[in-house]
C-alpha cells in the first residue's frame, strides 16, 4: 500500500492525522483538474465548474449521510467554524459550552468572537483518564446553566484523539433548545458517519485527512431550516445574483471569486479509491493495530493509559502520555535523527505522543519508534520516567 502514497520512503511517517497523505491515483486527478482549468480558464469556470462541484457534493453527501444541497466545500473546518461564528447571534453573558479538549484553532476562534460579543466561551473539564462514555457525558454536562445557547463539541479531539459520544451530547442538546455545532475534522473516512443520523444543527469535516483528499479540501454542513439565515463569509458573486443556481445557501457560500476548486472536484475519485481498496477493512486493521501497541507505550514511558483502550474510544490515531520539559526538542530529535514523523502534542500542561496508523504503515513502523524511544530514554535527559 505504501508505493500507493508519495511518501518520502526514508521517512517512518505516523502522523497522518495532522495533514492526511494523498495517493498517488487521488493526487493524479488533483493535478488532471488544474490542467484543465489552466487549458480554457473561463470555460471551465464558467461552464464545466459548477457541473464538477455539483457532482462532488453529490458524491460526498453519500459517503457522510446527508442530502447534497446541504453542504459546501471549504479548504479546512477553521474556515467552516468561522463561518458559524460570524453567523451566530449572541448577547453578553450567554455561553458556549466546549471542552478542554478542543483544537486550538476552535478556541481562538471562539475566544475571538466572545471579545467582540461579550459572549463567553466555557471549556468544560473533562478528566482524564477517561473511564467511560458516560463519564465525559455527565461532566460535560456540568458546564450547562440557564446562560447556555451554544454546544461546540470535537467528535475526536486532535490533542488526545479520542472519541467524544456526540450523538448522545447532540440529542440531549435538542430537548434544551440548544445549537449544536460538531467538528469532526477527524472523522470522516476514520469513523462510520451519518450526519443525517447524528443530526447537529452545523458539522464540519475534512476530506484530506482520513479520506486521503488532496490538501485543502473540507466541507460545512447546515440543517436546512438555518441555511436561509447563515451570511458568506466571502461576499462575492453569489450574493444577490443575476443568475441564481439551485439554492441561496449554495449561491452564497460556493461562489467566491477566482480560486483553484480541484481539490474540491477529486471528491468521486477520492470514494471509488477507497472503495476499490476495501478500506473500511483497512480501516478496521489500522485500528487494531492501535489498540494491541496502546499499552506497550505506556509502559515503556511509564505513564498511564488516558482511556479503557478499545475502539469505543480510540481509532486509528492515539496519544501515548510522555513526561517531558523539552517537547520541541525531543520531535525534532525523532525527526532529524531518527527520521520519524510524529507529533508530541500539548494540552492543559501535559504532553502526549500521538501516532497514527493508516494503510502504509506497519507494525515495523511502530516498533522503529518504539525503539527510538528507547533509546532517548537510555542516552538523553529529553524523557522523564
Not at 133 to 138: A, T
Not at 326 to 341: G, R, V
Request: charged share 20%; proline share 5%.
Amino acid at each position: 500500500m505504501k508505493s500507493q502514497f508519495l511518501l518520502d520512503p526514508n521517512i517512518t511517517f505516523l502522523n497522518h492525522g495532522s495533514f492526511g497523505a494523498c495517493p498517488k491515483p487521488i493526487f493524479e486527478e488533483f493535478q488532471r483538474f488544474q490542467l484543465e482549468l489552466e487549458s480554457d480558464p473561463v470555460y471551465f469556470i464558467q461552464q464545466k465548474q459548477p457541473k464538477y462541484l455539483k457532482t462532488a457534493r453529490e458524491n460526498l453527501a453519500g459517503f457522510v449521510g446527508c442530502q447534497a444541497k446541504d453542504l459546501f466545500f471549504t479548504a479546512n473546518p477553521t474556515f467552516a467554524i468561522n463561518v458559524i461564528m460570524r453567523n451566530i447571534k449572541l448577547n453578553e453573558g450567554d455561553e458556549i459550552l466546549s471542552t478542554n479538549h478542543e483544537y486550538g484553532a476552535m478556541d481562538r476562534t471562539w475566544n475571538f468572537y466572545c471579545k467582540k460579543s461579550g459572549a463567553k466561551y466555557i471549556r468544560q473539564e473533562i478528566s482524564l483518564p477517561i473511564v467511560s462514555k458516560e463519564q465525559i457525558i455527565e461532566e460535560f454536562w456540568k458546564g450547562y446553566n440557564s446562560n447556555t445557547k451554544v454546544v461546540f463539541l470535537n467528535q475526536m479531539s486532535s490533542a488526545t484523539a479520542l472519541i467524544f459520544p456526540v450523538k448522545e451530547i447532540c440529542e440531549k442538546a435538542r430537548t434544551l433548545g440548544l445549537i449544536t455545532i460538531i467538528d469532526g475534522a477527524h472523522v470522516p473516512g476514520h469513523l462510520e458517519l451519518d450526519i443525517t443520523e447524528l443530526n447537529p444543527d452545523y458539522y464540519t469535516g475534512t476530506l484530506h485527512k482520513w479520506m486521503l483528499a488532496p490538501k485543502g479540501s473540507s466541507f460545512l454542513y447546515v440543517k436546512p431550516e438555518l441555511q436561509n439565515d447563515l451570511e458568506p463569509l466571502v461576499v462575492s458573486w453569489g450574493y444577490e445574483s443575476v443568475a441564481p443556481g439551485e439554492s441561496q445557501f449554495l449561491d452564497y457560500h460556493e461562489l467566491q471569486g477566482t480560486r483553484d476548486v480541484s481539490a474540491f472536484l477529486c471528491t468521486p475519485k477520492v470514494v471509488e479509491f477507497l472503495e476499490k481498496n476495501n478500506w473500511k477493512e483497512v480501516s478496521g486493521t489500522c485500528k487494531q493495530v492501535v489498540l494491541e501497541n496502546y499499552q506497550r507505550f505506556c509502559d515503556l514511558l511509564n505513564t498511564k493509559p488516558i482511556c479503557p483502550i478499545t475502539t469505543e474510544f480510540l481509532g486509528q490515531m492515539a496519544s501515548v502520555p510522555v513526561t517531558t520539559e523539552k517537547p520541541a526538542a525531543l520531535k525534532e530529535l525523532l525527526y532529524s535523527k531518527y527520521k520519524i514523523q510524529v507529533p508530541i502534542m500539548p494540552l492543559n500542561g501535559n504532553f502526549y505522543i500521538r501516532y497514527s496508523i493508516n494503510g502504509y504503515n506497519t507494525q515495523a513502523d511502530l516498533n522503529t519508534l518504539y525503539h527510538a524511544l528507547e533509546d532517548i530514554i537510555n542516552t538523553t535527559d529529553l524523557i522523564s520516567r
